[in-house]
């Protein structure tokens, strides 16, 4: 999960949108994507409730999470790196990694 940990440290921290400066960003969807991937390798299935319908970031976020609600960690950790990499090949090579390794 290595991999995984250092992927979310790139996308979280600025990493992809650095890297795609003047291309298209990823979609809010995309980055749903990323969030529900990252949390059912991390966690498993989703936990809590649901947030309420004010909380409209934290609602997308769990309900990006509960998509994944059964998939196995590890095809959702794959995922996550695949996607990743199909758009930024060269995420790993970002400097600022070398301070979460």
């Known amino acids: 999960m290595e991999d995984l940990e250092e ?3 790139f996308v979280r921290e600025g990493g992809a ?4 400066n003047g291309q298209k960003p990823f979609t809010t969807h995309e980055l749903l994507c990323f969030y529900g991937w990252y949390k059912q390798a991390m966690q498993g299935d989703v936990q809590g409730t649901q ?3 004010l909380q409209v970031e934290a609602r997308a976020k769990w309900k990006a999470w509960e998509r994944m609600k ?3 960690r590890e095809w959702c ?5 695949k ?3 199909e758009r930024i090949p060269e ?3 970002w400097p600022k990694l070398e301070a979460y390794r």
């Open 7 to 9: 992927a979310g440290v």
């Open 17 to 20: 949108k650095e890297a795609l």
């Open 51 to 53: 947030p309420g319908m």
């Open 70 to 72: 059964g998939k196995d």
């Open 77 to 81: 950790a794959r995922e996550y790196i």
């Open 83 to 85: 996607k990743l990499e």
């Open 91 to 93: 995420w790993r090579s």
